[in-house]
């Protein structure tokens, strides 16, 4: 197996709470040790539910950086980059619209999901409609073998890898292929060369695998063929040509366990979050406060850690020792609620304690922000160019000036 490329983004829409540092950074600072890793600010995407607040934007975009960085991505194991900073994305997105099929887009399950959802503000866009396209080009220009994501965004890389195959399809092939590989199957003489066309419409027809194997050998045993000629039958045989862009693999974010102040997922739409840079007084407040087993009016009456959100916070955060705990403490009521909150703010805020102080760090010094971005940037776009040199010459913009 070739060497994986990871390629993931987020969108500038807010600041990052404790479910995107347990969700996605966590792994992003894993995958960056083990793959060479790209990770960028997805602005243009954040513009196609958000074009008409573009301070949030704004606002987000260097905050964003500032969060990853204080969470452990390595500017020095990782590409950082914004993509609006990358134009070549937009290139490749308006090239690729040329051979996209509505139908593909408007089946796209987050399409009619996200408009409903989102029902306040007009969705009915072209830029919205095209965001799973947007996000094709974002991963296909890097060629990344590997894109770490929420199942929410399954489809869209499954979208990508038949926008890829698509593209190979049409242009994967030299000019003239179809002339080539038709003048090499008259030099393998008549009856080979019909029984070379029978076994090819046999394997692209039926799928005859059998037919595909016999074709082969005979290409593989004719004497007096060129070794372009051999390749060119070899390839017209399965029917494609060079593969110029690359499918991906998802790599599925294990779903975060993180739940949030009130138990369900932590998301800033349930308003249940904790931000990575909130203010410890304010986190125990927000900790102190959350609604706890309805059953425990009393401090003697007992209650049961299965319908607690704090249990799940103690899942998350406490040794088992602590956890036994609760589980007695709870049920025999020999514990008070305010009592079993202690650890799990003791947890969050010992784990906030070094991003903070890195976040800290990093706002004092804008520059270095800024200078980080700008390598990144730098490096994505040479690799951006040289995608993007292969792609106009598939398709037919390879003049230069
Ligand atoms: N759509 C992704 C999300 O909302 C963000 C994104 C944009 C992305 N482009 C991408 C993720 C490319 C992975 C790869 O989470
Ligand atoms: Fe929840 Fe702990 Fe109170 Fe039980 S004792 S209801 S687990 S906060």
């Known amino acids: 197996m070739a060497v994986e490329r990871v390629l993931s983004g987020m969108r500038p829409t807010g600041s990052l709470h404790l479910g995107h540092y347990h969700g996605v950074l966590k792994n992003w600072v894993r995958m960056q040790h083990e793959h060479e890793c790209l990770f960028f ?17 704004e606002e987000n975009v260097w905050e964003m950086v500032i969060d990853w960085l204080a969470a452990g991505v390595d500017p020095a194991q990782a590409t950082i980059f914004i993509q609006s900073r990358v134009p070549e994305h937009a290139e490749l997105h308006t090239l690729l619209s040329m051979i996209t099929p509505l139908g593909w887009l408007e089946r796209v399950p987050t399409y009619k999901d ?11 866009t072209y830029g919205f409609l095209g965001y799973p396209l947007l996000q094709s080009a974002d991963i296909l220009i890097y060629k990344a073998t590997q894109v770490p994501v929420g199942e929410d965004q399954i489809p869209h890389i499954e979208f990508t890898r038949e926008i890829a195959r698509r ?4 242009y994967g092939r030299e000019l003239g292929y179809q002339e080539k590989a038709e003048a090499a199957i008259k030099k393998l003489g008549s009856k080979r060369g019909t029984l070379y066309e029978e076994l090819r419409d046999r394997y692209q027809e039926q799928g005859d695998d059998e037919a595909l194997e016999a074709a082969r050998a005979m290409i593989e ?10 390749e060119r039958l070899l390839g017209y045989l399965e029917g494609g040509g060079k593969m110029i862009l690359v499918e991906p693999d998802h790599k599925l974010t294990p779903a975060s366990k993180m739940p949030g102040l009130d138990g369900q997922k932590m998301s800033k739409s349930y308003n249940n979050t904790i931000s990575l840079r909130e203010d410890p007084d304010q986190i125990s407040k927000k900790i102190k406060t959350m609604p706890t087993d309805p059953a425990r009016i009393r401090r003697t009456d007992p209650g049961d850690p299965d319908k607690c959100p704090v249990w799940q916070l103690h899942e998350v955060y406490s040794e088992d020792a602590t956890k036994q705990w609760v589980q007695n403490g709870c049920r025999n009521a020999s514990i008070g609620c305010i009592e079993c909150k202690a650890p799990v703010i003791e947890g969050v805020l010992q784990e906030l304690k070094p991003i903070q102080e890195r976040a800290a760090q990093y706002a004092e010094d804008p520059m270095m922000i800024k200078n980080v971005v700008a390598e990144g940037c730098e490096r994505a776009r040479k690799m951006a160019r040289e995608t993007m040199r292969e792609v106009r010459d598939a398709m037919g913009l390879g003049y230069s000036a």
């Open 114 to 124: 996200q408009q409903e959802k989102i029902s306040h503000k007009d969705l009915a």
């Open 221 to 230: 045993e004719q004497q007096g063929l060129s070794l372009g000629d051999k």
């Open 41 to 57: 600010v997805a602005d243009w995407h954040a513009l196609t539910t958000h074009y008409d607040t573009p301070e949030i934007i």
């Open 167 to 170: 593209f190979n399809h049409i």
